[in-house]
């Protein structure tokens, strides 16, 4: 006899909106499966996988960092990370795999339609994190003011379109006219994604996000009921069932002609760029945020990530998502270099080194 297929969680979503936290948060709550996780980051360096890697024992780990999970290239290193994880398919549940904040999912799709993994893997569904305050500010308008919003937006609207749940992040500080709005949004802008969901707190319903089966040949009614207990109006279903057109995500075919239809979305801007700096030196962490406040509001740079030391010994990680920033206490590790993560569209290493040098008595390089 066969064994079931594994299901595939896919987890998009722009940079920093929060795609990291909420899967952290999710497999500290889930103790009725067993998870994989592969993570892709933009980026020469992983700053997830650490992060991710002191959550929870009895989950495995994934880093496939360096760049897009997409065609060729990285493609191949995710490639391989699949046939790992087949030959140990018994130890785990489930595999999730969080896409870089640049990545369109159709790759990663794509790849699990092949025979060599087709016939043990199953997408079970695709989800994108929105950054909900950012969507309610027009960050990612297709009218907004530079190229770089502009390039957010396509990769925005290009991980809506391949969504089967689009999760609504980032609302503890919003009331129900923004959540409203951010409902309408979200419809406008794809309107063949199934349900929406809201994370209070980065924090999802593990019965509403994982087992969903919304593209197995073998779907049943039955695999809806655990969506109709969603909390809250906003997260009902976004369509009756039978009014998904043939070209929907509601059928493996489908997707297979839509997907290769929709080759031209894995072309990657080569616009967005990333680069680590490091310092020896330990960091005043309040002056240290200031000053990638500033760096953020000064260049084309939507996200910096990293971990240093502060004068107090504590280590801490470093989160900025355009000009918010934050320091939190990390874990500590020996050695561990101070170093930070940029991304940016056509961004300058050169002049942001400058400004870390002009504001900052530590040396960056
Ligand atoms: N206030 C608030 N902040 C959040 C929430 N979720 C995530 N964040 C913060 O948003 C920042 C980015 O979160 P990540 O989880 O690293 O985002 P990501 O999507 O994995 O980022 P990339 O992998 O770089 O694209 C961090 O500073 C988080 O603490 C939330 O629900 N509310």
Redesign the pocket.
Known sequence: MTSPKTPVTLVS????????????NLLSQTHDRTLALI?N???EVS??GP?LETREDGVELHDVHGGLLAYGGEGDAFRRTLRALLERRHTFDHVLI?T???AVPTAVMVTLQEPEFAADFVLDATLV?V?T?LLLAGAFGADAGDEAARSAARVFDAQLEYADVAVL?????LNDADLLQAEADVRHRAPRVRFLEL?????LDTQLTLGLNLHGSRRSAAHHAPVSGTPGDLAQPLHDHSTLDGHSHGDLDAHVHSLSTHQHFHEHDPGWQSFRLTSDDVQNVPELVRTVQNVARVFPVL?V?GFVQGEDGTRH?V???RS???A?PAPAKADAPNELVF?GYHVSRKKVIEALQKALPQRWA
Do not use: C
């Not at 992040?169 to 500080?173: E, P």
């Not at 994370?199 to 924090?203: C, G, L, M, N, P």
């Open positions: 979503g722009f940079l920093g909106s929060g795609k990291t936290t909420l899967l952290g993570v980051e933009f980026g700053i997830d992060l969080e870089s904040g640049l994190v950054d305050p992040n980032k609302i503890d500080g994370a209070y707190e980065a924090r996200r990530k990680a989160q900025a998502v918010r920033v934050e939190q991304i």
